[in-house]
């Protein structure tokens, strides 16, 4: 007998893999950086696999009457309904291509996903392990939004154009991956030897080149769900509470005519 929770997650799975081929077309036709005007715009941080903030967020979308939501990535791994969020945040897309923007984590490859959790979750299944990243090879990297605000997932490579971000997964790492940091230039960091930390400097000569305000990221796991880096020029996000059983806040934000406001929500 197959348990019911093993037969959920078999079919939950099989929903996902109906929905691929059509969010791949939708994917595939959008740049690696996307240029997003429409405001408001909802901003949402890392969400691994935790089908309950995802749901209270979409909630607060109906409340708070804003039809654009950005997603900075992350949506699986760590947390046990990573199938269950794909196929969430994937329909709202099909449903809402013009207003649902989903960019790349890292966690959306391969490697994370054979030791994080997601590869568990899914039954040690090595074929749909790699039907979904094709998928992620066609996700966007990052957003530009009203022109002046950059959004990614990690942060950025250096003071370099961002016309020069590829899709590609060697072009796209250090976005995916790269975290802010107090010291000068950039620097070693304590996720791996090919990962950097960037400082002011680097943020400065970045927003200058590219003729940006300002940069939103995710990646990191933080107490209160945001942080501020670089007297504002930075806004780190996370969107999964209780993370890991970390007991944290979680937040997201809401951005509009040049203002972000803060949704704090989860403290234990």
């Known amino acids: 007998m197959v348990s019911g929770k ?18 791949d077309r939708v994917l595939e036709s959008e740049p690696a950086v996307l240029r997003i005007d429409a405001e408001p715009i909802m901003i949402i941080g890392d969400i691994h696999g935790d089908l309950q903030a995802l749901e209270f967020i979409i909630e607060k979308r109906q409340e708070i009457n804003c039809k654009n939501i950005l997603f900075l990535g992350d949506y699986v791994d760590r947390g046990p309904q990573g199938v269950e969020v794909l196929t969430r945040v994937f329909r709202l897309k099909l449903e809402e291509p013009e207003h649902i923007f989903l960019l790349r984590g890292n966690h959306e490859t391969v490697d994370m996903n054979l030791y994080y959790g997601f590869f568990e979750e899914i039954g040690f299944d090595q074929g749909f392990l790699l039907r979904t990243s094709r998928t992620y090879d066609k996700m966007p990297i990052a957003a530009v939004l009203s022109e002046h605000t950059f959004c990614v997932h990690g942060g950025i490579n250096g003071t370099g154009s961002i016309d020069d971000i ?35 400097d680097i943020v400065d000569g970045f927003l200058q080149t590219n003729n940006l305000k300002r940069i939103i990221r995710g990646h990191t796991a933080l107490e209160n769900g945001y942080r501020w880096w670089f007297d504002g020029k930075l806004l780190s996000l996370f969107s999964c509470p209780d993370y890991v059983g970390l007991g944290n806040a979680a937040a997201f934000a809401l951005f509009e005519k040049e203002e972000i406001k803060l949704f704090v929500f989860g403290k234990q």
């Open 6 to 23: 093993v037969s959920r997650k078999i079919a939950a799975k099989e929903e996902l893999l109906l929905i691929l081929p059509k969010i």
């Open 166 to 200: 590829r899709k590609e997964e060697a072009f796209a790492f250090p976005y995916l991956w790269n975290d802010p940091s107090k010291h000068p230039g950039l620097t070693a960091s304590t996720r791996g030897s090919t990962v950097k930390e960037f400082g002011p």
